[in-house]
């Protein structure tokens, strides 16, 4: 994602236009608190395209989001790089997803002929904004649910490896019969498309629509952690003069 900075200026400066403050070396680490002390801390990242999020209230890294993973372009088409998809896996389960369902099923995933232009949780929104609205894994074959935890193990698989696992676990434990998938827009590739996972636990949003459909972002909130949320609230109640 970050090496893309440096695709999308030679893109630029071909079109004409600078291109210079394409950096690929432009993050920020952003530490809260003491990794050394008793209490609460956290850290992220941030930069264009990668905003990840971790925090501990315990000793031990608990909450991962929001994480926000996006690509520009999601298929590099020309020079040196041509051939390179990011974020290849994250369209392609959900797209296999699709075209596996049947007519009844594609009736209740589709949610809309048109992609919206971004995510909807964008930074000040409620989760509420994408509502758990689509086809629930419940009325799925074997085959479709697969393809719904593997996409989920995509998204989990870009922590390491401990804390996918937690996070899968945490997903399975609250019931992946409960999860929903939607999807809106066109099912061709090259086409504007918008997919969402909806769970007791999580949203997972990707959408694919600008610059001409070849321009990704992605977001992993969870309802109850983002920023560690929970676990400072029941770190504060427990252990009252850590405010």
């Known amino acids: 994602i970050m090496a893309l900075d440096s695709v999308l200026r030679e893109m630029e400066q071909a079109a004409g236009r600078d291109g210079s403050d394409r950096d690929p070396l432009a993050y920020s680490v952003v530490v809260f608190g003491s990794p050394a002390g008793d209490g609460p801390w956290g850290w992220k990242i941030e930069g264009?395209?990668?905003?990840?999020?971790?925090?501990?209230?315990?000793g031990l890294?608990?909450?991962?989001?929001?994480?926000?993973?996006?690509?520009?372009?999601?298929?590099?088409?020309?020079?040196?790089?041509?051939?390179?998809?990011?974020l290849a896996a994250e369209e392609d389960l959900a797209r296999a997803l699709l075209a596996s369902l049947e007519e009844s099923q594609r009736a209740e995933a589709?949610?809309?002929?048109?992609?919206?232009?971004?995510?909807?949780?964008?930074?000040?929104?409620?989760?509420?904004?994408?509502?758990?609205?689509?086809?629930p894994v419940s009325k799925m074959t074997p085959v479709q649910r697969d393809l719904v935890e593997r996409?989920?193990?995509?998204?989990?698989?870009?922590?390491?490896?401990?804390?996918?696992?937690?996070?899968?676990d945490r997903i399975r434990n609250a019931g992946i019969e409960k999860i929903r998938f939607a999807w809106a827009g066109g099912a061709a590739p090259g086409q504007g498309h918008y997919y969402r996972l909806t769970g007791p636990t999580f949203v997972i949003e990707y959408d694919n629509t600008q610059d001409g459909a070849n321009h990704v972002h992605t977001v992993w909130h969870d309802?109850?952690?983002d920023f560690g949320h929970d676990l400072l609230k029941e770190h504060y109640e427990k252990d009252r003069h850590a405010k």
């Open 223 to 225: 309802r109850e952690r």
């Open 61 to 86: 890294v608990a909450a991962v989001t929001p994480s926000f993973l996006g690509a520009n372009p999601a298929e590099v088409r020309h020079g040196a790089k041509a051939g390179l998809r990011v």
């Open 151 to 168: 996409l989920l193990d995509e998204y989990a698989g870009n922590l390491r490896h401990e804390l996918a696992a937690q996070e899968m």
């Open 110 to 135: 589709v949610i809309a002929p048109e992609a919206p232009r971004d995510i909807l949780t964008l930074p000040g929104r409620p989760l509420d904004t994408a509502a758990p609205v689509g086809l």
């Open 48 to 58: 264009h395209h990668l905003s990840l999020n971790f925090t501990s209230a315990t």
